[in-house]
C-alpha cells in the first residue's frame, strides 16, 4: 500500500498484472461517484514526486466542478532577485486549475488562475505566468483525453514488464521518476542515471561535485525534452540546449497534473526573456536581463497599455523616488547626447492617450525634438513627492499630454533591479550620498556566474561610462561594445568589458560631466578631488535627491577570476559577458569626484565590500 494505493504484489508474467496497476490506483475512487478515477491517479501522482503539500483539491459536487491547486517553490530565487519580481520567495506559487469533477480530461478545458495567497494585489507576474499556462494547456488540450493518458501508461507499463513484476518496477521507481522532493536541488543518486550521463554533462557542473546541481543550473546546461505528439504517440526524444527551449513540453507519463507542474517550473527562470504579452522572446535587448517587460512590438505595445501594466507610476514614485529621478536623469543624458541616434536605445513606444491606437512615440518614426519637449515637461522628482500624485499627474497633463506617459515608460522599461542603499550599508570610501544596489542580471545568468565563480573565484573591479549611456545599460545589459558603433574610447587591449581595481581609471572612463568624452589624467582627477573637499558645499552632501544635470557615474562589478580575464596593468579585459556581473552603482554630481586612489584589491576595501555585499546581495 503506497499512498493508499492498492498495488499487486504477486510476481506474474500476464496482462493482469498491468490490469492491476492501473485499476488499483481508480479503485480507491469507487465509493466517489463524481471524481473521475484519472483525476485521483494525477494528484497522487503529484504527491509522490513532489510532496503532499504539493497538492489541495476542493471540490464542488453540485456543479461537477473541482478546484485543484498546485503549488510551486520558488525558493531557488536569490532574495534580491524576488524583490525585483516582486514575488514573496519563502511562500509557493499557487496553480489554481479548475476541471469536471465526474470528466476531468474528457470535460472542458481548465480555467487557470496563479496567485501568491499573500501577494495577490501586487503580483504582476502572476498575469504573465497565468497566460503562458493557459496557452499551453489550450494547446494540450487538442490531444488530451482520460483514454489517451490511460492507453500511454498502459503501453509503458507492458514495456516495463520485460523487467520484471510492478514490485520491482516500483522498487526502480526512483530512476524513472523526474525529480525528487526537493525543486530546487535535484539530486543524481541512482548509478543508472549517472551512467545515463555523458561526459559533457559531467563537464557542465562542477568538477568533482556529487551531482547535485541547481535546478537553474541544469537548464543552462541540457536535459531530455519532449513534444507534445511525442509524448502522446510515443515518439523519441532529443537532448538539446534549454536555454532557447523552455517552451519545450514535458512529459506526459505522470499524468496532466505533473507535466503543467514541470512546464510552469522551466519557464519561471526565462520570464524575463520573453515579452509579457506575446511571450515571444525580446528583440531589442543585447543580453538578457533581471526584469520582466513588455516587447517593442507595436501590437503589445498597445495591449500593454490596455491592460493599464504600467500604471504603477505613483507606487514607483512613492516607494523609490530617489532612483526614479536617477532613471530620469539617465535618459535626460542620452537624449541630450551627440551620439543620441547610436546611444538612446531603446527609444520609447508610447501610445497617445488622446488616440489609443495610435503611438505618440514611436520606435520606427523618431522625433527626438518631441520627446524632448515631453521630458522637459516632467517635473522634478523633488516636486512629485511634495504633494498628490493624482495631482502632481494633472500637473503634468497641462503642461505636456505626453509627459506622464513618457515618465511611466522611464519607470516601466528599466529591466534592472535598482535600489537606494541606506547610509549604514553604503561604502563610505566612494564619498558620495547616492549609492544604489544595481543588480541586472536575471535567475539563470546569476546561476551560471556562480557556478564559474566556485569553479575559478570572482573579485570586484570598478566599471566607468558616461552617464548617457546608462539609459541604454539598464535596458539591454552591460555588454561587449569592442569594435561596434557603441565604442568611445577604443580598444587597445582587445575585444571586451574593460574593468579595472583602480578608481581613477574608471573615473576617467565615465567622462567627469556631461558632454565631456576626453580622458582625464589621474593627476587631473586627485586635483580635483582635493579641490572639491575643501571647497565649502552650497547644500548638503546628503541630499535625498539628485538635484544637478551635471552627472558622472562608476559602478562595482563583481567578476570572475578565471584564465579568460585579461589583466594588462590595472586594466582588465573580460571577453565573457557572463563572467561580469553589475553590483553597486555610484552617482557624483557638479563634478564631484571620489577618491582616485581606491584599489579594489585592498584588503580593507574587499572587507569594506564583503560587510555590504554580504547582506545585501547574497542574503537568500
Not at 593627476?523 to 535627491?545: A, G
Request: net charge positive; aromatic share 8%; with cysteine.
Amino acid at each position: 500500500d503506497i499512498k493508499g494505493h492498492n498495488w499487486a504484489e504477486e510476481e506474474s508474467d500476464g496482462e493482469n498484472e498491468c490490469g492491476e496497476f492501473l485499476y488499483g490506483v481508480q479503485g480507491t475512487c469507487c465509493a466517489d461517484l463524481y471524481r473521475h478515477p484519472q483525476l485521483d491517479a494525477d494528484i497522487e501522482a503529484v504527491k509522490e514526486i513532489y510532496s503532499e503539500s504539493a497538492v489541495s483539491v476542493r471540490e464542488y459536487g453540485t456543479i461537477d466542478d473541482a478546484d485543484i491547486d498546485l503549488h510551486i517553490n520558488i525558493g531557488f530565487l536569490d532574495e534580491e532577485v524576488a524583490t525585483a519580481w516582486k514575488v514573496i520567495r519563502t511562500e509557493p506559487i499557487v496553480l489554481r486549475l479548475r476541471f469536471s469533477l465526474s470528466q476531468y480530461l474528457d470535460g472542458p478545458e481548465p480555467t487557470i488562475d496563479v496567485f501568491q495567497p499573500s501577494n495577490r494585489e501586487d503580483f504582476g507576474l502572476g498575469i504573465q505566468l497565468k497566460k503562458i499556462l493557459s496557452v499551453f494547456s489550450s494547446h494540450q488540450w487538442r490531444y488530451l483525453s482520460n483514454e489517451v493518458l490511460r492507453s500511454q501508461q498502459e503501453r509503458r507499463l507492458r514495456w516495463l514488464r520485460v523487467s520484471g513484476s510492478i514490485k520491482r518496477f516500483r522498487a526502480g521507481l526512483s530512476i524513472f521518476s523526474p525529480v525528487p522532493k526537493s525543486p530546487s536541488f535535484p539530486g543524481v543518486q541512482d548509478s543508472a542515471v549517472r551512467s545515463s550521463l555523458t561526459g559533457s554533462d559531467l563537464r557542465s557542473g562542477l568538477a568533482g561535485a556529487d551531482l547535485r546541481v541547481p535546478r537553474l543550473m541544469n537548464r543552462s546546461v541540457s536535459c531530455t525534452l519532449r513534444n507534445p505528439k511525442s509524448e502522446l504517440y510515443g515518439s523519441h526524444t532529443t537532448t538539446t540546449q534549454v536555454s532557447g527551449h523552455c517552451k519545450t513540453v514535458p512529459t506526459l507519463e505522470y499524468g496532466f497534473l505533473v507535466q503543467i507542474m514541470k512546464y510552469a517550473e522551466q519557464r519561471l527562470p526565462t520570464l524575463n526573456e520573453y515579452c509579457v504579452v506575446c511571450d515571444e522572446q525580446h528583440v531589442f535587448q543585447n543580453a538578457s536581463m533581471l526584469k520582466p517587460a513588455v516587447c517593442t512590438r507595436e501590437l503589445c505595445v498597445f495591449s500593454f497599455y490596455t491592460l493599464g501594466v504600467m500604471s504603477g507610476a505613483a507606487e514607483e514614485v512613492a516607494t523609490g523616488a530617489e532612483v526614479v529621478g536617477l532613471l530620469v536623469a539617465m535618459c535626460r543624458a542620452a537624449l541630450e547626447s551627440p551620439r543620441k541616434s547610436i546611444i538612446f536605445e531603446p527609444y520609447p513606444s508610447v501610445v497617445d492617450p488622446n488616440d489609443p491606437k495610435t503611438l505618440a512615440f514611436n520606435p520606427k518614426k523618431k522625433n527626438y525634438e518631441r520627446l524632448q519637449k515631453a521630458l522637459d515637461s516632467v517635473m522634478s522628482i523633488r516636486e512629485m513627492t511634495q504633494g498628490s500624485y493624482l495631482e502632481i499627474k494633472k500637473q503634468m497633463d497641462r503642461l505636456d499630454p505626453l509627459a506622464h506617459p513618457l515618465l511611466q515608460w522611464i519607470i516601466s522599461s528599466n529591466r534592472s533591479h535598482i535600489v537606494k542603499l541606506p547610509l549604514s550599508r553604503q561604502l563610505k570610501f566612494m564619498h558620495t550620498s547616492h549609492q544604489f544596489l544595481l543588480l541586472s542580471s536575471p535567475p539563470a545568468k546569476e546561476a551560471r556566474f556562480r557556478t564559474a565563480k566556485k569553479l575559478y573565484g570572482s573579485t570586484f573591479a570598478f566599471h566607468g561610462s558616461h552617464i548617457e549611456n546608462w539609459h541604454s545599460i539598464l535596458r539591454n545589459g552591460l555588454v561587449n561594445a569592442s569594435y561596434t558603433k557603441l565604442q568611445l574610447h577604443g580598444a587597445a587591449y582587445g575585444k571586451g568589458i574593460y574593468l579595472s581595481p583602480i578608481s581613477s581609471i574608471s573615473f576617467g572612463y565615465s567622462g567627469m560631466g556631461k558632454g565631456q568624452h576626453r580622458m582625464p589624467s589621474k593627476d587631473e582627477l586627485v586635483q580635483r578631488y582635493n579641490r572639491m573637499n575643501t571647497i565649502p558645499q552650497t547644500r548638503c552632501l546628503q541630499s535625498r535627491f539628485l538635484q544637478s544635470r551635471n552627472l558622472n557615474c562608476i559602478a562595482l562589478c563583481e567578476v570572475i577570476t578565471s584564465k579568460d580575464l585579461q589583466k594588462h596593468g590595472n586594466i582588465w579585459v573580460c571577453p565573457v559577458s557572463d563572467h561580469v556581473c553589475t553590483r553597486f552603482f555610484f552617482v557624483y554630481e557638479d563634478g564631484q569626484v571620489g577618491d582616485a586612489n581606491i584599489n579594489t584589491q585592498d584588503p580593507k576595501i574587499q572587507k569594506e565590500i564583503m560587510r555590504v555585499i554580504g547582506t545585501q546581495v547574497y542574503s537568500g
